[in-house]
């Protein structure tokens, strides 16, 4: 509670034992409601006294300002349209930092899953030597690492919401807004394509032509191999196996061995 809420717990060690499940989070909702809305008065009260000088000295001046709000980790920069802000008092900063804290929390989170599904992807091809299904393991895997990514944005949207406050102080230290804010969308053409093969999984969706696995040429020896032949081939893993070409030509098409000898 104290990491992630930044509230006392609102029972004692004998009311925690007497009260049921129900009734503690009851209780921890509205002790966490309530900090809350005290949070809420007190960024406004931050915020005010500079929106009102800024728009009654410059408000021909600036359309947009930028108001930073920190968690005491991160500095979010929000965009505040001035003549909205100054007519609500200052709530109209507390609207930009919920929505923007919710936006970049979600982004940055999404990013970090789609690296993970990457990972998961190339660590999951080793499971066919376990005689186990790469797919299978793989939608089961991702799952679980989606559940992981939503709870992370609960849990940090929440704590960035109660720990957050106004550095801003000075009327002078306010900085125009020079337009709408966005995020940075230069990745996220890149991202959307990761997104795509990674949920892609391993053997299918996504495009057709990337369904299609790309066709591994073998190295060529001086000396052509019999189907019939016995060959030694070595595995990816270390493995060393002895057999007819024929029964491991597959997998050295594919790569996924090679002739020792």
């Known amino acids: 509670m ?20 129900n ?8 002790s966490v409601r309530s900090t809350y809305e005290r949070k809420q008065q007190v960024m406004v009260q931050q915020a005010w006294p500079v929106i009102r000088d800024v728009f009654e000295k410059q408000g021909k001046v600036y359309e947009n300002i930028v108001v930073p709000v920190s968690d005491g980790t991160k500095v979010y920069q929000i965009l ?13 900063v507390l609207r930009g930092f919920e929505k923007t804290t919710n936006l ?7 990013q970090e ?11 999951v091809q080793n499971a066919s030597y376990e ?21 992370k944005i609960n849990k940090d949207v929440v704590s960035s919401l109660m ?9 002078s230290q306010v900085q125009q807004g020079t337009g709408p804010q966005r995020l940075d969308t230069s990745n996220m053409q890149q991202t959307k394509s990761d997104a795509r093969s990674a949920y892609d999984g391993p053997g299918e969706g996504g495009d057709p032509q990337s369904r299609q696995p ?3 040429e073998p190295i060529r020896t001086g000396r052509k191999i019999g189907r019939n032949e016995m060959v030694k081939v070595r595995y990816q893993n270390g493995n060393i196996v002895e057999a007819k070409y024929k029964k491991v030509e597959p997998d050295i098409v594919s790569g996924a061995c090679v002739i020792t000898t």
Request: glycine residues 2%; proline residues 4%; without cysteine.
């Open 131 to 151: 005689q186990k299904d790469p797919l299978l393991i793989y939608k089961f895997e991702s799952f679980e690492l989606f559940k992981v990514a939503v709870d």
């Open 163 to 171: 720990k957050g406050n106004i550095p801003l102080r000075d009327s």
């Open 104 to 110: 970049v929390t979600i982004d940055d989170t999404w």
């Open 214 to 216: 790309q066709k591994v």
């Open 2 to 21: 104290l990491r992630y809420l930044s509230v006392e717990p609102p029972v004692d060690e004998s009311e925690y034992m007497q009260l049921n499940a």
């Open 113 to 123: 899953h789609l690296r993970e599904l990457d990972d998961l992807k190339q660590s």
């Open 23 to 30: 009734e503690i989070i009851d209780m921890l909702y509205k």
């Open 80 to 92: 505040t349209n001035l003549q909205k802000a100054y007519e609500s008092e200052g709530h109209e």
